[in-house]
Nanobody, 125 residues
């Protein structure tokens, strides 16, 4: 499956952005989809995930209550609505996909074999 992330940009603190991840080559209907983020010199950090089975969602503590992950299986897309953005949210955001991921590995980047190219999000103070 190929993933294409879009929607990044420059926004002031307190503002909102909506990222979108478009999948091709395979339906996401039975894939777990996720967003990670990375700043230079650091590892990729888990942001949010949506499971294909049961529709469960998971969020990293720093974004809980501010970000919302959603999926549209018909459009083969996964979005990340980011509200109340903070300068600490500045990073390159990546979408990723995987199948048969055990719950304990949902927040691990190693569990996802398919990755998009990343989109830059910059939040100014």
């Amino acid at each position: 499956v190929q993933l294409q992330a879009s929607g990044g940009g420059l926004v002031q603190a307190g503002g909102s952005l909506r990222l979108s991840c478009a999948a091709s080559g395979r339906t996401i209907r039975r894939l777990d989809m996720t967003w990670f983020r990375q700043i230079p010199g650091k590892e990729r950090d888990f942001v949010a995930a949506t499971r294909w089975s049961g529709g469960h969602t998971y969020y990293a503590d720093p974004v809980k209550g501010r970000f919302i992950i959603s999926r549209d299986n018909a459009k083969n897309t996964v979005d990340l609505q980011m509200n109340s953005l903070e300068p600490e949210d500045t990073a390159v955001y990546y979408c990723a996909a995987g199948s048969s991921i055990i719950t304990s590995s949902v927040r691990s980047s190693n569990a996802y074999p398919y990755w998009g190219q990343g989109t830059q999000v910059t939040v100014s103070s």
